[in-house]
């Protein structure tokens, strides 16, 4: 069984920050890609930032040098440093992450952590 739980969402002021973490646990050979994803009211959820285990990460353009993805390869945690907030980063921010449960065989499942609240507000 893994588990991905989050944590650092709430409520912030416009131009604040927020640091989001999220932890995988469970019977874990390896994790590759982990990512945030974000959900509005009304919208589709859509990719905040990925990083591979190597190191390589990807934005969407709409965070681009306000955001920034870290991993911590020994605690399985991904960390998201939120800077500059504005309201329409408010949202439902989902962790996700491809894990390889063993060596053989090598098989990812791809998992989803249940969410945490980001307002920005004023």
């Known amino acids: 069984q893994v588990q991905l739980v989050e944590s650092g969402g709430g409520s912030v002021q416009p131009g604040g920050s927020l640091r989001l973490s999220c932890a995988a646990s469970?019977?874990?050979?390896?994790?590759?890609?982990m990512g945030w994803y974000r959900q509005a009211p009304g919208n589709e959820r859509e990719l905040v930032a990925q990083i591979i285990s190597a190191g390589t990460t990807n934005y969407a353009d709409s965070v681009k040098g306000r955001f920034t993805i870290s991993r911590d390869n020994a605690k399985n945690t991904v960390y998201l440093q939120m800077n500059t907030l504005k309201p329409e980063d408010t949202a439902v921010y989902y962790c996700?992450?491809?894990?390889?449960?063993?060596?053989?065989?090598?098989?990812?499942?791809?998992?989803w952590g249940q969410g945490t609240q980001v307002t920005v507000s004023s």
């Open positions: 996700n992450a491809d894990i390889q449960l063993s060596s053989r065989p090598s098989i990812v499942n791809n998992y």
């Open positions: 469970g019977s874990i050979f390896s994790v590759k890609a």
